[in-house]
C-alpha cells in the first residue's frame, strides 16, 4: 500500500520522546525517517528501560517503543567531516527534527537560517521545554518539569495527593503529537509553494493547550482549578466507585443516563431528592450523591455492573492495569501490539504499540530499530563518498558505522541523491 507520507524523508536529530515520538508517527504514516545520532552513545532512550540487557546493547525498552521502522546514521556535528555529510543530508531531505535546547544548532553553525538557504524546501521542526524565545527559552527542561509548571500536576490527584505527576510523560507525548501535526501540515504547503517553514513546538505551551477546558474556565470564568482526584468536575456522577469487587468509572454526564442509573441500581428515589434532580445541582451535592451509589454498587461485582450499565447507555468501565487492557480482546482483535520481524542480530523479538488510529488498509509492521550508525556506510557511499572517503571520516571520528551486518540488503532502496 502507499502511505499518506510515502516519498517523504525526515532527518530526526531528536532524543529520548518527544521528538523520536513524532519521527515515529511520521513513519508509520510513510515517511523515511533516518535518525542522526551522536557516535558516542546516541540517543539517551537506547541506555533507558526495564531490561538492562537490552539497555546494554544500546537498545534499550525505551527506544524501542518509538523508533521502530527507522534508520540511524551516526554524525558527530560538532567536527567539520560530520557537518559536511549533514549539510550532504540536508538536501536530500524534506523535514528536519530537533529537540536541543535552543540556540545549539545556531552554534553549531546549522540553525534554520542556514539550512534553509542551503534547502529552501525544508520544514524545520524544534520542540523545545519552553519555545525558542521568551524569558524561560534557555532553561534545561524534563517532562515532569513541564507538567509542574503547567498547572498539569495541580489539578492531578486529589486534595490529599496533589500535586501529582501523570503516570507516563504526558508532556513530551502531547509535544510529539503536535510536531507531527504542524509537520504534515507544513508538508502540505510545501508540495504547493515549493517553500519549507520553520515550526517551534512548546512543550509547556502543548501541554496547556491540551488542558483548554481548564483553561478556559479560568480566563473567561475566573475560576481556579481544583484537584478533584477521579472525579469529573464537568459533571456528576461521574467518577471512580468502589463495587463489590473493586473500582468502576462511571460516567452518567447526561440526564438520561443518570435516570437509567438510578433505575439499573433500584434508586428512583435520588430523581426526586432536590440536592439531584438536575445536573447543577448534583454537581454542588457530589459527595452525598456519591455515597448513594457506592451503596448500591456494593451489591455486585465490577464486570457485571459495566455490562448492564453499557447495556443501558450508561458509560462504565474496570479500571485495568496495563497488562490486563493488553490481553483484552478489544485491544488483540484490532492489532494494536505489533511483533516486530526478528532481526539479523539475534535480538529476542519485540513487541511495539502500533499509532493509535487505522487507516482504510492495514499498516505494514516496521522493522526493528536500528542499532548506531546501522545506516550510515549506505548513506555515506549514497552521498558520493569513496571507501577511502569514509575510512578518513571514521579515523576522525567525524562519523561512527555499526558493527552488525550489512544493512544494504534490508533497507529501501531509494533513489541515489
Not at 309 to 325: D, F, H
Given at each position: 500500500m502507499t502511505l499518506p507520507l510515502t516519498g517523504i524523508r525526515v532527518l530526526d536529530l531528536s532524543n529520548v520522546l518527544a521528538?523520536?515520538?513524532?519521527?515515529?508517527?511520521?513513519?508509520?504514516?510513510?515517511?523515511?525517517?533516518?535518525?542522526?545520532?551522536?557516535?558516542?552513545g546516541g540517543d539517551l532512550a537506547r541506555r533507558l528501560g526495564a531490561d538492562p540487557a537490552m539497555a546494554a546493547k544500546l537498545l534499550g525498552l525505551s527506544f524501542v517503543a518509538v523508533n521502530a521502522g527507522k534508520q540511524s546514521i551516526a554524525l558527530d556535528l560538532k567536527t567539520p567531516g560530520g557537518k559536511e555529510v549533514f549539510l550532504r543530508l540536508v538536501l536530500e531531505a524534506d523535514v528536519l527534527l530537533e529537540n536541543f535546547r535552543p540556540g545549539v544548532m545556531e552554534r553549531l553553525g546549522l540553525g534554520y537560517g542556514v539550512l534553509s538557504q542551503h534547502n529552501p524546501r525544508l520544514v524545520y521542526c524544534a520542540i523545545s521545554g519552553f519555545g525558542q524565545g521568551g524569558p524561560w527559552a534557555g532553561r534545561p527542561a524534563y517532562d515532569q518539569i513541564v507538567q509542574g509548571l503547567s498547572g498539569a500536576m495541580s489539578i492531578t490527584g486529589d486534595t490529599a495527593s496533589a500535586p501529582l505527576r501523570t503516570g507516563f510523560p504526558l508532556s513530551d507525548t502531547i509535544a510529539g503529537m503536535t510536531a507531527a501535526f504542524a509537520i504534515s501540515a507544513a508538508l502540505v504547503e510545501q508540495r504547493s509553494s515549493g517553500q519549507g517553514r520553520f515550526i517551534d513546538v512548546s512543550l509547556l505551551e502543548s501541554t496547556l493547550a491540551a488542558m483548554g477546558w481548564?483553561?478556559?474556565n479560568h480566563l473567561n470564568a475566573g475560576v481556579d482549578p481544583q484537584p478533584l482526584g477521579n472525579e469529573n468536575f464537568t459533571a456528576a456522577p461521574s467518577g471512580t466507585f468502589q463495587?463489590?469487587?473493586?473500582?468502576?468509572?462511571?460516567?452518567?454526564n447526561e440526564q438520561k443516563q443518570f435516570?437509567?442509573?438510578?433505575?439499573?441500581?433500584?434508586?428512583?428515589?435520588?430523581?426526586?431528592?432536590?440536592?439531584?434532580?438536575?445536573?447543577?445541582a448534583r454537581k454542588a451535592h457530589r459527595e452525598a450523591l456519591n455515597c448513594e451509589i457506592t451503596l448500591a454498587l456494593a451489591a455486585r461485582p465490577a464486570r457485571e455492573w459495566e455490562a448492564s450499565?453499557?447495556?443501558?447507555?450508561?458509560?462504565?468501565?474496570?479500571?485495568?492495569?496495563?497488562?490486563?487492557?493488553l490481553a483484552e480482546e478489544q485491544i488483540i482483535g484490532r492489532s494494536f501490539v505489533e511483533t516486530l520481524p526478528q532481526g539479523p542480530d539475534g535480538h529476542k523479538a519485540l513487541r511495539i504499540t502500533r499509532p493509535g488510529f487505522l487507516l482504510s488498509e492495514d499498516l505494514p509492521v516496521p522493522p526493528p530499530p536500528p542499532e548506531l550508525g546501522a545506516?550510515?556506510?549506505?548513506?555515506?557511499?549514497?552521498?558520493?563518498?569513496?571507501?577511502?572517503?569514509?575510512?578518513i571520516l571514521t579515523a576522525k571520528a567525524a562519523v561512527g558505522i555499526a558493527d552488525g551486518p550489512d544493512r544494504a540488503s534490508q533497507s529501501k532502496q531509494w533513489p541515489n541523491p
Open positions: 521528538g523520536p515520538f513524532c519521527g515515529y508517527n511520521l513513519s508509520r504514516m510513510g515517511a523515511e525517517v533516518i535518525k542522526v545520532e551522536n557516535p558516542n481548564v483553561v478556559s463495587t463489590s469487587s473493586g473500582p468502576l468509572n462511571i460516567s452518567a435516570v437509567a442509573l438510578c433505575g439499573l441500581i433500584e434508586r428512583p428515589d435520588l430523581l426526586e431528592d432536590p440536592r439531584f434532580s438536575e445536573r447543577e450499565m453499557n447495556a443501558a447507555g450508561i458509560p462504565a468501565g474496570c479500571v485495568l492495569s496495563v497488562g490486563e487492557i545506516d550510515t556506510r549506505i548513506w555515506l557511499e549514497r552521498l558520493g563518498y569513496g571507501q577511502d572517503d569514509i575510512e
